[in-house]
């Protein structure tokens, strides 16, 4: 394999790099039609635009074009009001040819910073100027980050370091990340940041911490984020003193008024709280017998009047309540539809269960229709081999976005998007190389859902590494197939829920003891008969609350999507699949063919060094060799597990397992990220 000699990337710049296009038609061509720079005016986002387009157009070009007040032929008109249709709303914005300058057009300035941050994509993904009209606007309200960041400096679900959020220095030092993260963030059009975990400190809300947040807020308002905080629903008892956190207590209610007002003093733009109550140990409203919808307009009331809102969590889930865990947060929260605050949002996890390789989409999106809802992914790879795996999420998100609820598609449900953060104080960001596509995903989705897995792709590939053709292909390839490998490798076949306790790192298939909910057992139920979750009528009747006919359609074994299967069938081993396999010949199958689809995309990256600086590349390829060994981890342990219940080979064509089963069922780890020792 020959390394190329470009230079060594850290991945710090991420997408925005900049780098000198070689191509030289394309380069002469770019310098006619972009030879001065036309600012309207010189408000805060305007000068941001204007850095950021000098800054692009010096990378990409190589030329220092002037600042100038007339327009001339060649001349990038930003900032002009005039021309932005008002279709276009507060946030969107037109990149069009007028005459021979390009104008770059919003209704607000904000709205103009995220048109220059498509305008030099173009240019780094090397498109046409001469015909360029884009009008772009986004489809969703509400984009936001969510980053489990401590106070402490851990991040809970955190692979890429620690918090670059310097609690200790803040208000008075001002990383640079901070204004790198900025520009990152707002260039995918993501408009929100919740800085703290939703397990959540309630120093948060003191005067001392809320300045540092304070300065964050100052930071990124002339990039249109606005910063929220996680609220603790018990922070009037614990930092104030009080004997309850009751939400129908006159002195509680008086308390969050009298917080919100002392925030927005602070941050006058503040977002708003996000909120985990009860569940996982949260307290809640429940705690004084009061409903989330009590809870959530309790906070809601005290923000309104600032223009706040709420970000309420649908991830609810109790281990004394007996009932199926993934049917507890849909029957807690339907039936209070309608009563929740006009300025609260229920953020709905993708799944019923919580962030695993596939769930099916949540059943409360389209079940509520008189509730605000956003939909929560995980960037954060908890469940999908922490930040060492090559799991691209387009496809994972888009089967949420795209999928049919009794109200039409997941994505014409919701008002917002939120985002497990996968960044970190790594130097790259996000840990893997491939990491950030994840984030850059996120925000692009956020922003127009519509668009496709493989054009978010392509487009992150040629800004992140290389715009040859061959290479764009291959990778995009890679990255597509990198969805359904873990699947495979981990869960297949509607699997959930397997994994290594608390860490969750490695398969654990065999967990038991302590509370039943966060067992293995819990979920996959093996016995000698077969595998897999009864969740039809004759079970948990999960699949009641899907509308039908998709209701029926789970229901049936003949009809249930076989990459559902286990999730809503216990299965028996002899049950033939579509593949004329029975199931335990298919799971054999599954985990092998994830393993393989690993060893390809292996052959697949060695191909392309010459693309990549050696830096990155063997990079890259050092985590695959570990993804390769984890994903064969995962098949020999889980198989071996399984084949005590079915009883029955591993067929002689496939890898046996390298080691027993009580090698795999003895291995530990310690100190694995992503759980924070201290975590209040
Ligand atoms: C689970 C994580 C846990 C989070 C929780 C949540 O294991 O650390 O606190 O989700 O979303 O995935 O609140």
């Not at 489990?148 to 640079?176: C, M, Q, V």
């Not at 299965?571 to 579509?578: I, P, S």
Request: negative net charge.
């Amino acid at each position: 394999m020959k390394h190329s000699d470009k230079p060594a990337e850290e991945g710090y710049e991420l997408w925005l790099r900049y780098v000198p296009i070689e191509d030289e038609a394309l380069l002469a061509t770019y310098r006619t039609r972009i030879t001065s720079l036309v600012c309207v005016s010189d408000s805060p986002t305007l000068k941001v635009a204007q850095a950021e387009l000098l800054r692009g157009i010096k990378g990409l070009l190589g030329v220092s074009i002037p600042l100038t007040d007339t327009i001339q032929p060649g001349a990038v008109v930003f900032g002009h009001p005039d021309l932005a249709p008002p279709t276009l709303g507060d946030e969107g914005y037109i990149i069009k040819r007028l005459n021979e300058a390009i104008v770059i057009a919003g209704n607000t300035d904000i709205g103009v910073l995220y048109g220059v941050f498509h305008f030099l994509r173009l240019l780094q993904t090397h498109q046409p100027l001469d015909n360029v009209h884009i009008e772009s606007a986004p489809k969703l309200k509400y984009r936001i980050l969510n980053h489990w960041d401590n106070l402490d400096g851990t991040i809970e679900r955190g692979y890429a370091g620690f918090s670059f959020w310097d609690w200790h220095k803040l208000p008075d030092y001002l990383a640079p990340r901070y204004t790198e993260y900025a520009r990152a963030v707002t260039s995918i059009g993501i408009n929100g940041a919740a800085l703290t975990n939703v397990n959540a400190n309630a120093l948060s809300l003191t005067p001392q911490y809320l300045r540092k947040a304070a300065a964050l807020a100052d930071l990124f308002r002339p990039y249109g984020i606005r910063v929220y905080l996680s609220a603790r629903f018990s922070a009037p008892l614990e930092i104030a003193g009080l004997k309850t956190a009751d939400p129908l207590d006159a002195g509680v209610i008086a308390w969050w008024q009298a917080k919100a007002q002392e925030i927005y003093q602070i941050i006058p733009d503040f977002g708003g709280f996000i909120v985990k109550a009860n569940s996982e140990g949260q307290p809640g409203p429940h705690d004084y017998y009061r409903s989330h919808s009590d809870g959530a307009n309790l906070l809601a009331n005290a923000l309104a009047p600032f223009g706040g809102i709420v970000i309420w969590r649908a991830f609810v889930y109790a281990s004394e309540n007996p009932e199926d865990r993934t049917k507890q947060a849909y029957d807690d929260l339907v039936p209070q539809d309608g009563l929740f605050a006009a300025n609260v949002l229920l953020q709905v996890k993708n799944g019923p269960l919580d962030f695993q390789p596939r769930e099916p989409y949540h059943p409360i999106f389209g079940a509520m229709s008189h509730t605000s809802l956003m939909l929560e992914v995980q960037m954060a790879q908890e469940y999908l081999g922490l930040a060492t795996h090559m799991v691209y999420m387009a496809p994972l998100f888009k089967e949420t976005l795209d999928a049919e609820t009794c109200d039409g598609p997941v994505a014409k449900t919701v008002l917002g998007m939120a985002g497990v953060a996968n960044t970190g104080s790594d130097r790259n960001w996000c840990g893997h190389p491939f990491g950030a596509a994840n984030w850059y995903t996120f925000g692009r989705l956020a922003w127009d859902y519509t668009l496709s897995s493989e054009a978010i792709a392509d487009e992150w590939l040629r800004m992140t590494f290389s715009n040859d053709t061959p290479f764009v292909q291959k990778a995009t390839g890679m990255m597509l197939t990198s969805r359904e490998a873990p699947v495979n490798y981990m869960t297949p076949l509607g699997l959930h829920h397997i994994m290594a306790r608390s860490h969750h790192y490695g398969p654990g298939p065999w967990v038991t003891g302590g509370r039943p909910d966060w067992t293995s057992l819990y979920y996959h139920q093996a016995d000698s008969e077969g595998i897999g979750f009864n969740r039809t009528p004759s079970g948990s009747n999960a699949v009641s609350q899907y509308c039908s006919p998709y209701r029926e359609q789970l229901a049936h074994l003949d009809t249930c999507p076989e990459n559902l299967l286990l999730w809503f069938h216990h299965v028996a081993w002899r049950h033939v699949l579509k593949s004329g396999r029975t199931l335990w010949d298919e799971l054999c199958f599954k985990y092998n063919e994830g393993v393989t689809q690993v060893r390809r995309m292996q052959a697949d990256w060695d191909s392309l060094a010459e693309y990549v600086d050696a830096a990155r590349f063997e990079h890259v390829r050092a985590l695959l060799a570990i993804q390769e060994k984890e994903a064969r981890w995962w098949r020999d342990a889980c198989l071996l597990y399984f084949q005590t219940f079915s009883k029955q080979p591993i067929p002689a064509d496939y890898e046996q397992p390298a080691a027993s089963l009580e090698y795999y069922m003895n291995l530990q780890h310690y100190f694995v990220p992503g759980i924070p020792e201290q975590r209040f």
